[in-house]
């Protein structure tokens, strides 16, 4: 029973399942999802996916073909994920042009040869269409030891824009308040952990399930502000 509830936990964090609200996540993965769904028009025809993990969004797309890239280095087991092809950390093994639109979520944070990768995009990126990307600001240390940077939204204006990109949207979700929210969330979350699973997950649901029930049900009505302390930059840009 234990096992099924962990695993139920762990794949709840995209907004799958009842156990959602009880994801360690849940906050910044609930705005992600709605803003991705909400801006799914961008995405069509030939998609590429790039940092793929476990596609969590793909069921809310529309598309001809979809393709899947994930890291061959990364921290999180990706041998049971569908995935076309592992980037070597250099070239995509696609055409010029290929692409009619890419996503790519919570993925930036990951990459130390940010230039060379947006490069690379942009060569696979058909002109006048799209990239959707979300890139996490306010987050823990993720994904060790594969976590590098973190990057405003002033930041990514200037970069995309050298790298010939038209910056479409560039929002904040989102603010002040869910930050301070999620933030309580993942410090019951760490407090928690011990050496043995189980215990972890028996000491999660008795103490801080409950906890987190009521922290996430204030993130729903709490003040939508786009302010400087924010979870996650969203974005939608062009290829000129």
């Known amino acids: 029973m234990l096992k099924k509830i962990n695993q139920l936990i762990k794949k709840s964090d995209f907004q799958t399942n ?19 769904k909400n801006n799914s028009n961008h995405i069509n025809l ?6 793929c993990g476990e596609k969590p969004y793909k069921s809310i797309l529309n598309f001809d073909e979809y393709i ?62 799209k990239i959707v990307a979300t890139i996490p600001f306010v987050i823990h240390e993720h994904e060790i030891p594969y976590d590098f940077a973190r990057y405003t939204s002033f930041w990514i204006q200037s970069l995309f824009e050298k790298h010939w ?19 309580k969330i993942w410090f019951l979350w760490k407090i928690t952990e011990t050496r043995f699973k189980y215990l972890t997950l028996v000491l999660r649901l008795i103490f801080v399930a409950p906890i ?11 003040p939508k502000m786009q302010w ?6 969203v974005i939608v840009w062009e290829k000129k």
Request: net charge negative; no cysteine.
């Open 18 to 36: 009842i156990f959602s609200i009880l994801h360690h996540s849940f906050i910044i993965r609930k705005w992600i999802y709605k803003w991705i």
């Open 68 to 129: 899947w890239v994930d890291f061959k280095n990364s921290w999180h087991d990706n041998t049971q994920n569908e995935v076309d092809f592992f980037w070597d950390g250099k070239t995509l093994p696609f055409k010029d042009e290929e692409f009619d639109s890419i996503i790519t979520t919570e993925v930036f944070e990951h990459i130390f040869n940010i230039d060379e990768v947006l490069i690379e995009l942009n060569r696979v990126l058909k002109k006048w269409w």
């Open 212 to 222: 987190m029930f009521l922290i996430n049900l204030l993130s729903f009505i709490s």
């Open 46 to 51: 030939k998609v590429l996916d790039f940092g």
């Open 165 to 183: 990109f038209k910056v479409l949207k560039n929002e904040k979700y989102w603010s002040y308040f869910d930050v301070i929210l999620q933030l």
């Open 228 to 233: 400087w302390l924010y979870l996650s930059n």
